[in-house]
């Protein structure tokens, strides 16, 4: 049968309007919203004295009367960083960044080439940070969520590998070359960062850290070491485990560290400095 033109041009516009109207591949794909970033004149810089909880086991107990929270950045959701901020707190995001953990959801991206020594703790081997290749994407991931959770400073664990026996031939300036890059992944994303430990390192690295957290400075008689933080108006966390408070607390308060009595397994009990 014989097609009128006015027939065939009505047929060639509603072609071309579906045409028109089919999205194409890039925009029927979801879109991810784009991350959060903090700017780095808002990051949150802990001074001198402030009172903390540091929990890493057991289930969160958000009621302690603290300004300062330290929880695990894994183990806990968006929410209870939310729950933490409406109760005032400010909130730490712990990672272990110079050792591999077993139990952790990343855990198969890390290449069998950067597991070194057990660090003593079950499930866990000294990571060999010369290879800032592997390990900075790694890292950087890991410090987006703690951003993305919304938290406001991350406490970067195992920075002293150099001073153990991790099965690689680390040295104190391999050290400080990863810790410097790890401050500044954190400080990239707006959060503030502490150098835990590492005591020897610390004329080196306070401009580069806006916090110190520390373990057991009393019991071997180092807490001096940390005041170069405190006389740069950065806060000091500390905890000890062995001791009673009445034998480390007059001196950590007259230094200006905040300190607690904790138990190993860092669950919800503390006993803080009067």
């Known amino acids: 049968m014989k097609r009128s033109p006015f027939l065939l041009l009505v047929l060639l516009l509603v072609l071309l309007a579906g045409c028109a109207s089919a999205p194409d591949d890039d925009e029927s794909r979801p879109t991810r919203p784009p991350r959060p970033v903090r700017p780095a004149g808002e990051r949150w810089l802990p001074g001198p004295g402030l009172a903390w909880q540091w929990q890493l086991s057991g289930r969160l107990d958000p009621t302690v009367d603290v300004p300062v929270y330290d929880i695990d950045g894994f183990d806990h959701p968006a929410s209870a960083v939310a729950d933490l901020h409406r109760r005032g707190r400010k909130v730490i995001c712990y990672l272990s960044t110079g050792a591999w953990e077993d139990f952790r959801p990343d ?43 919304g938290f406001d400073a991350v406490e970067p664990d195992n920075m002293d590998g150099y001073a153990n026996r991790t099965g690689f031939p680390l040295t104190a300036g391999d050290q400080l070359r990863y810790n410097r890059l790890i401050a500044r992944l954190a400080q990239e994303r707006g959060l503030s960062v502490g150098l835990k430990n590492d005591l020897d390192q610390i004329p080196e690295l306070v401009g580069d850290f806006d916090f110190a957290v520390n373990e057991q400075c009393a019991e071997h008689d180092e807490c001096a070491a940390l005041s170069p933080f ?45």
Do not use: Q
């Not at 198969?108 to 703790?121: E, I, V």
């Not at 500390?238 to 860092?266: A, D, I, Q």
């Open 107 to 149: 855990a198969d991206r890390f290449p069998k080439s950067l597991l070194g020594r057990g660090n003593g703790w079950e499930g866990e081997r000294w990571l060999d940070i010369r290879r800032t290749d592997l390990l900075e994407p790694l890292m950087a991931e890991r410090l987006d969520m703690c951003r993305d959770k």
């Open 230 to 274: 405190v006389r740069a108006g950065k806060a000091v966390f500390h905890v000890e485990y062995e001791l009673p408070t009445r034998e480390f607390c007059p001196t950590t308060r007259s230094l200006g560290l905040s300190s607690m009595l904790k138990r190993y397994e860092l669950g919800v009990w503390r006993e803080p400095c009067p």
